[in-house]
C-alpha cells in the first residue's frame, strides 16, 4: 500500500538537516499537525527513503480507507495499532511543540 495512492506527498530529505528533522519524528508512524488552521499528518521513514510523507485529512481518510479493504491478519501487534489497522500516534491534537520536526511542512519539493 503506497501512500502516494492516497494522495500523501513524498518529500525527501536532501540534506543532512533534513534528514536530521525526520529521524526525530516517531519512524514509521502518523503525526499530526496544524498550519494555517488545517491538520496536516506526517509519516516518516527515516530509513528506507529517508523522507517524510505528507497528507491532508482527505488523503489520510483515504489512506484509511484503503486499510479497512485488506484482508485483516489474525494477529495483530497490539502496541500503536487501532482497531481500523492504521498506526496513530497523538492523533487527537497537534504534536507541534512535543516533537521537531525542523519546519517540515514548509520544505519546498
Avoid at 530529505?13 to 533534513?18: L, Y
Wanted: aromatic share 10%.
Amino acid at each position: 500500500m503506497k501512500l502516494e495512492d492516497a494522495g500523501f506527498v513524498m518529500r525527501p530529505a536532501n540534506t543532512a538537516a533534513e534528514l536530521g528533522h525526520v529521524k526525530r519524528l516517531p519512524p514509521r508512524q502518523f503525526v499530526s499537525r496544524m498550519k494555517n488552521g488545517q491538520r496536516y499528518y506526517l509519516y516518516a521513514d527515516p530509513d528506507l527513503c529517508k523522507c517524510v510523507f505528507v497528507g491532508n485529512a482527505v488523503a489520510f481518510e483515504a489512506y484509511r480507507d484503503m486499510r479497512k479493504r485488506l484482508p485483516q491478519p489474525d494477529v495483530v501487534p497490539g502496541a500503536g495499532i487501532n482497531s481500523t489497522g492504521v498506526v496513530a500516534t497523538e492523533m487527537d491534537r497537534d504534536v507541534s511543540d512535543v516533537i521537531d520536526d525542523g519546519n517540515i511542512l514548509d520544505w519546498k519539493f
